[in-house]
């Protein structure tokens, strides 16, 4: 019973370290990776490089995708599945 009640009070604990874990995916929006991509890369080999990308939109034939949050984030545009734009933003 005792282990019971200490399982219990440990449960938000580790889902605070878990999530704490998955914010850290950021991790990937770092300098190092931003200087391995480049034009003409597919959007496969660009997730490869910064994993899931946090948002993307679709206009026409260009397809935008962001890494990160509104302060620190890698942008990248995408024409017929191939990297034609990327910037950053307080990246390190």
């Not at 889902?15 to 480049?38: D, H, P, R």
């Amino acid at each position: 019973m005792m282990m019971t009640m200490m399982q219990t009070a440990m449960r938000p604990i580790l889902l605070s370290f878990m999530l704490c874990i998955a914010l850290l995916g950021c991790g990937k929006v770092n300098t190092e990776n931003y200087n391995k991509l480049q034009a003409g890369m597919s959007y496969a080999e660009v997730q490869q490089i910064l994993g899931t990308p946090s948002r993307c939109s679709d206009v026409l034939t260009m397809k935008n995708c962001t890494w990160g949050d509104e302060r620190r984030y890698i942008n990248v545009s995408f024409v017929g599945d191939k990297v034609v734009l990327f910037t950053s933003e307080n990246i390190r």
